[in-house]
């Protein structure tokens, strides 16, 4: 046989070519995988009540030589509906129920069947026989089926699923911390501080606003402080009016908050969240504060104004005003020199002398129906409109109905409140919260005629019950 003689190398190549586009498209070797079709829709929900499944498909279009497409042929989301009524059947209860009566173990025999846990395969359907100490298994459960009592898996072609954020069951997509389904905690900032600050007196003092939208709220300290918690509303949800709450689960801003005590001086706050509104977080101090630990995630375009509120918490919460310029007096108009001036009068005294507030029976009067009762230091005065503002550092706190700052702003009504004031003096007040009708002001107010006293060490002895943590004055009657 004679050996075929070659050809010219470009020959050759071009020879090659065609052999190799013709030997692909008559099928001669494998082309890969086929493709998947669009899903279809999904179907309607497994269960009427609680939760249940639906499901979607696709098929796979291949050639005859290529391989199979790569995934799942069907997809499954978890689907919740409102809560099954008292009494209601359970799925599973349901399947098992369907064999009874029915001959399954031989001919004549039959049995009532319920639910069986115990077996190694929780997504098989395995029946206890009523009266006897067997099982049967039936084959696999339903689709939708819960995997076991109070389990929030579901049942899958036979494997107990769960849902990850997106609801697609077996998925492995999770929230993080900003709430943001396979995210990657870019959205949010996390807030991590220790609050030292050790306060004058015993009372309430904030430890630092929870702005609405916080995450993964954590709160504890180790002493006899306790922590408390308002709602922006100015409500206590836990450990507020001088009464301790017990330890359990609080609903507070949309979240459930987790209060716990052990027996040793220690306390935390756990959330979840996101809040809905506003939290103040607050401590009630006993004792010296040895710090609490605070954290929480926020959304980034949260943080700004958080920042500026926390700072504001220095100053009074119930006038949550920054503090203003104080107004400059209308200039005096320059007077013509053709216009001869007037001669002016001398004007009276402005403010009259007030009525005499000294007795034990008038100090303990205004004690008792009293709201605050204090010792502080004034620092500035504002006249505003037919009222007088008075900014006090508070000193000493006898009484009080919700927490002090020690800071505070002082309404007195009138430009010649009675008794008027003296910058840097130190005043013993009796003062009333008066809240407006709107609820937009809540005030300290220091009433006409009320209790103002320059104050002396001898006015602990002078009939001012000190009001001890816990504990109602002796001196009044309710």
């Not at 499944?53 to 005859?64: A, E, G, M, T």
């Not at 908050?257 to 506003?278: K, N």
């Not at 920054?322 to 216009?339: F, K």
């Not at 504002?382 to 550092?393: F, M, N």
Request: with cysteine; proline share 10%.
């Amino acid at each position: 046989m004679g050996k075929l003689r070659p050809g010219p190398q470009p020959l050759r190549n071009l020879l090659l070519l065609l052999w190799t586009v013709l030997n692909c498209s008559l099928g001669g070797s494998a082309q890969g995988s086929g493709e998947w079709t669009l899903w279809g829709s999904w179907s309607p929900c497994s269960s009427s009540c609680g939760r249940g499944l639906s499901v979607r498909s696709r098929r796979c279009i291949r050639l005859p030589r290529e391989e199979l497409c790569w995934g799942n042929t069907h997809e499954y989301r978890l689907c919740q509906l409102p809560d099954c009524p008292p009494g209601a059947v359970l799925f599973r209860d349901l399947q098992c129920s369907l064999y009874n009566g029915h001959p399954v173990l031989g001919p004549q025999k039959t049995y009532q069947w319920v639910p069986f846990y115990g077996a190694p395969n929780q997504c098989d359907l395995n029946c206890l026989a009523v009266g006897h100490a067997f099982y049967h298994s039936f084959g696999r459960v339903l689709d939708g089926t819960p995997c076991s009592p109070g389990s929030q898996g579901l049942c899958v072609a036979g494997r107990c699923l769960s849902a990850g954020c997106d609801g697609l069951m077996g998925s492995d997509a999770r929230e993080d911390h900003c709430g943001r389904c396979g995210g990657a905690n870019d959205s949010c900032l996390f807030v991590q501080r220790v609050f030292r600050d050790a306060g004058a007196f015993a009372g309430y003092w904030n430890v630092t606003l929870i702005p609405e939208g916080a995450r993964h709220i954590r709160v504890a300290h180790r002493s006899r402080n306790h922590l408390a918690l308002m709602v922006s509303d100015g409500s206590y949800v836990l450990n507020g009016n001088w009464a301790v709450s017990a330890p359990g689960t609080y609903e507070a801003a949309g979240t459930r908050v987790v209060y716990t005590r052990a027996t040793g001086p220690e306390e935390t706050l756990h959330a979840a969240g996101p809040t809905s509104q506003d939290l103040l977080l607050q401590v009630l101090l006993q004792e010296p504060n040895p710090g609490i630990e605070f954290e929480f995630w926020l959304p980034r375009e949260r943080y700004g104004p958080f920042q500026e509120q926390a700072q504001a918490l220095s100053w009074s919460l119930r006038q949550p005003q920054p503090r203003e310029v104080e107004p400059q007096p209308p200039e005096t108009p320059v007077v013509p020199a053709a216009i001869p001036p007037r001669t002016l009068s001398p004007s009276p005294d402005p403010c009259p002398p007030c009525p005499d507030t000294r007795g034990r029976a008038h100090r303990l009067l205004h004690y008792c129906g009293s709201d605050f009762v204090f010792r502080a230091r004034v620092l500035g005065r504002l006249y505003q409109a037919q009222e007088t503002r008075y900014e006090v550092r508070v000193q000493l706190v006898y009484k009080n109905r919700s927490p002090l700052r020690a800071l505070e702003y002082v309404w007195a009504p009138g430009r010649c409140p009675c008794p008027l004031l003296a910058l840097h003096r130190e005043y013993l007040l009796a003062a009333r919260r008066l809240v407006s009708s709107d609820g937009t002001q809540d005030r300290l107010l220091l009433p006409d005629a009320g209790y103002a006293r320059p104050w002396s060490p001898a006015e602990d002895s002078r009939g001012i019950p000190r009001a001890h943590l816990g504990k109602r004055p002796t001196h009044c009657l309710k």
